[in-house]
Nanobody
Framework: QVQLVESGGGLVQPGGSLRLFCQAS????????MAWYRQAPGKQREMVAA???????NYADSVEGRFTISRDNSKNTVNLQMNSLKPEDTAVYYC???????????WGQGTQVTVSS
């Protein structure tokens, strides 16, 4: 079964850094695009960053230049390096395998990131 398990969340001060990890299993990881989403309380879930199977990346305007998505196909992991964190980055962050023609995509359980002094 497809599984996406996030880790690395926590409490960090504004301006600090945090690295999130997503461990994937149950599918041929290297053939799929992957993404990170986030959702703050009372707000809609939004895409933060995405990476294609070939390594091309896309970022939300709000995190461009601060966040970096990467993948390690040998370990079936997708990571999100978050630098210069702001209070508005506070959210639950979710690992995502985007929908394809064959499926509706998959989500991890989420990991909490809190940016506060």
């Amino acid at each position: 079964q497809v599984q996406l398990v996030e880790s690395g969340g926590g409490l960090v001060q504004p301006g600090g850094s945090l690295r999130l990890f997503c461990q994937a299993s149950g599918f041929i990881f290297s053939t799929y695009a992957m993404a990170w989403y986030r959702q703050a309380p009372g707000k809609q879930r939004e895409m933060v960053a995405a990476i294609s199977s070939s390594g091309h990346t896309n970022y939300a305007d709000s995190v461009e230049g601060r966040f970096t998505i990467s993948r390690d196909n040998s370990k079936n992991t997708v990571n999100l390096q978050m630098n210069s964190l702001k209070p508005e980055d506070t959210a639950v962050y979710y690992c995502n395998r985007p929908p394809t023609i064959a499926d509706s995509g998959y989500w991890g359980q989420g990991t909490q990131v809190t940016v506060s002094s």
